[in-house]
């Protein structure tokens, strides 16, 4: 499994022959887009920034769409989503929590949230979770040292900020106790999984 960061919220994934986007940016967004065939494409918020679903589209690629709360299977990937809390720009009121499990490993975005007040369900699922991938910006999702109080009880073995600000990723390492570690991707196998303990790791921008 290979994990790729484009953009603070947009991820590419690939796995073997599959290939995931994480809200793709679309053409209505100020951000840069990218375009890519996905196999699926999970949308967390109804904004330009999130909801590029079109430039995962590629001739002779079927490309499923997840667009908010509920389960779905795609060629052995199993994705349940969530309804959350969020103040994306001001004019969204919630998005979607996804978690998915991909080569047994179950991952989870929890897209710009700002409440650590999360359901029963979703919380019973960031339990589960091998690699959550939280905000820790601040400014209208939560900062860094209340993010990582969320997200330690949870003990994951990889947690990825969401951040493209220096300042706010390193205030989250320093919270773990840890060194910042910024990687290009993040390629994980069925080993990496092994262990009980926390990694936190910074993806860089491609």
């Not at 919220?9 to 073997?16: A, L, M």
């Not at 299977?73 to 499990?101: A, C, N, Q, W």
């Amino acid at each position: 499994m290979v994990i790729q960061k484009l953009d603070d919220y947009f991820f590419k994934i690939s796995s073997g022959d599959l290939t995931i986007g994480i809200n793709p940016i679309s053409k209505q967004s100020k951000k840069k887009e990218t375009r890519f065939g996905a196999d699926i494409a999970l949308i967390q918020l109804r904004h330009p920034d999130f909801n590029g679903e079109e430039l995962m589209k590629s001739k002779g690629k079927e490309t499923v769409v997840a667009k908010g709360p509920g389960e779905y299977e795609v060629r052995d990937v199993f994705i349940k989503g969530y309804r959350v809390p969020t103040k994306y720009d001001k004019s969204v009121s919630h998005g979607t929590m996804y978690s998915l499990v991909l080569e047994n490993a179950n991952l989870l975005f929890c897209g710009p949230i700002f409440d650590k007040q999360v359901s029963e369900e979703a919380s019973e699922e960031l339990y589960q979770a091998n690699i959550i991938f939280v905000p820790v910006n601040g400014d209208n999702v939560m900062e860094a040292v209340e993010a990582a109080t969320f997200v330690k009880k949870f003990s994951p073995q990889y947690i990825v900020p969401l951040t493209g600000e220096k300042k706010a990723a390193e205030a989250f390492f320093k919270s773990f106790g840890q060194e910042p570690t910024y990687e290009d991707k993040l390629t994980l196998k069925k080993k990496d999984f092994m262990t009980e303990a926390t990694k936190v790791v910074a993806l860089k921008q491609a």
